[in-house]
């Protein structure tokens, strides 16, 4: 003998949207039936004193009655309520029920429950006088003038921070990895004395400069996401949003000020010395590519789509000097552009002479592009193999067009660009990767570690 078994609908009490919705008719009343799951709306009873006494109480005594006029359960007292009893049952009113809570009379709704970021608690924000002094004058600026060149003062500098956690220190661990201590303070020091005095000064900072220098550095070499900022630094995400905002553009006129083009002779002043058989080289090329959010637009995704990376993309130029700094560095093009093309829209072309040399990958097809000479490494065509001469100038120019690939990887240490960038930062990227790309030429570490013997 089968059993049969009540299957309850998993459907919420109310919660269906209907074709029409119901409106509370009680004055200063804003409860509507079209979402709301909670309440329930009641129509004017049939009796004719039963339903005068429903106008006198909710005070419409000339009001017209139709079939849709509905009174909602919140005007009734919990004795004149009959709840239901299945899942998909009607509340009720019990006979002879009369609204009587109304806001004339004192009834009141509970407010909502507040947020969990209301709730929390947080320490009142303490600025010292020296500093409430210090903002509440202003200082008059010229915001066309170009900034000085940054003058780094090698002297002992010493700072402090409100920020002194546990996970600060492992944060300032993970950046040390890829930024020296001492080029941070030294850089953080030559901006604080140059420009800081012009732009800090007209309003009132959440945080210190050092502060703020700080949680951009995390942002870009850690990669956390602005809401994990906001909550570690005890600040709104529109604030962090802002301080990333400013801080990107800053570091991209104050690093960008500085030429890192670096001429012919001064090339030849530092050229190494495993580059004596290619000592006519300017620079080494490579492009690297950044994945991205996939655009919403069918035309975008076919423009940014890169079928190397099987992705979409953002692809730049990156060229650097034989003895290891980025003197060259390219916008961000999308990613379906060949390596040829970008070559020619970056502009790079114009700034090799005939005297000079670049080093690419097989990729580059650009001995038709520029006048210099290029490094490339040679190709199979028809051959069945490659002759020795061939062999050791693939070798040759493959052990050192590489070091570009090392200082792509060490450009890439900053998680920001590990992951898929999001169309929420592409409005400020090219400014984020030049001042990655400008950042890694203060690193103090060496790109190939000596080999013991």
């Not at 106008?55 to 009734?76: M, Q």
């Not at 080029?183 to 901006?191: D, G, K, T």
């Not at 140059?194 to 309003?203: A, G």
């Not at 790309?437 to 570690?449: D, E, G, H, I, P």
Request: proline share 5%; net charge positive; glycine share 2%.
């Amino acid at each position: 003998m089968s059993i049969k078994r009540k299957v309850f609908k998993t459907e919420h009490f109310q919660k269906q949207e209907k074709k029409y919705s119901e409106h509370c008719c009680v004055p200063l009343c804003s409860a509507s039936a079209k979402f709301n799951g909670i309440l329930s709306f009641h129509g004017f009873p049939t009796h004719s004193d039963l339903r005068r006494q429903w106008l006198v109480n909710i005070r419409r005594d000339r009001f017209t009655i139709t079939s849709h006029t509905r009174v909602c359960s919140r005007h009734f007292a919990s004795d004149q309520l009959i709840e239901p009893t299945t899942l998909d049952g009607r509340r009720r009113l019990i006979k002879g029920a009369v609204p009587t809570l109304f806001e004339w009379n004192g009834f009141k709704v509970e407010p909502p429950r507040r947020s969990v970021w209301e709730r929390t608690e947080r320490r009142p924000e303490l600025v010292p006088a020296d500093d409430q002094e210090e903002h509440s004058l202003t200082r008059d600026h010229d915001y066309c003038s170009v900034p000085d060149p940054i003058l780094y003062i090698h002297t002992p500098v010493y700072y402090s921070t409100s920020l002194f956690t546990p996970w600060y220190s492992m944060v300032c661990i993970t950046i040390t990895k890829h930024l020296a201590k001492k080029s941070i303070i030294l850089l953080f020091h030559s901006l604080r004395s140059n420009i800081f005095p012009f732009v800090f000064t007209f309003q009132r900072q959440l945080l210190q400069p050092i502060d703020e220098f700080f949680l951009f550095l995390v942002f870009l070499s850690v990669g956390l996401k602005e809401r994990d900022l906001a909550h570690r630094f005890n600040i709104h995400q529109s604030t962090v949003s802002r301080i990333i905002a400013t801080w990107t553009n800053f570091l991209a006129t104050a690093l960008g000020s500085q030429c890192i083009w670096l001429t012919r002779e001064e090339v030849q002043a530092y050229l190494p010395e495993e580059f004596k058989d290619f000592s006519d080289t300017q620079m080494i090329l490579d492009c690297t590519e950044l994945r991205c959010q996939t655009p919403s637009s069918p035309l975008l995704q076919s423009e940014m789509y890169s079928s190397y990376k099987s992705h979409c993309t953002m692809k730049a130029l990156v060229g650097i000097a034989p003895h290891g700094p980025v003197t060259f560095i390219s916008n961000l093009y999308a990613g379906s552009v060949s390596d040829k093309e970008l070559f020619k829209q970056s502009g790079i072309a114009e700034k090799l002479t005939e005297d000079m040399a670049v080093m690419v990958d097989k990729g580059f097809l650009i001995t038709d592009c520029c006048k210099c000479k290029v490094y490339c490494p040679p190709f199979l065509s028809k051959q069945k193999q490659m002759s020795a001469y061939q062999v050791k100038e693939t070798q040759a120019i493959a052990r050192l067009r590489v070091h570009v690939e090392r200082v792509i990887r060490r450009i890439k240490q900053n998680k920001l660009f590990d992951s898929i960038i999001t169309m929420s930062h592409v409005y400020n990227i090219n400014q984020l990767f030049a001042v990655a790309c400008m950042l890694s030429n203060y690193q103090n570490t060496a790109l190939v570690k000596k080999w013991v013997k």
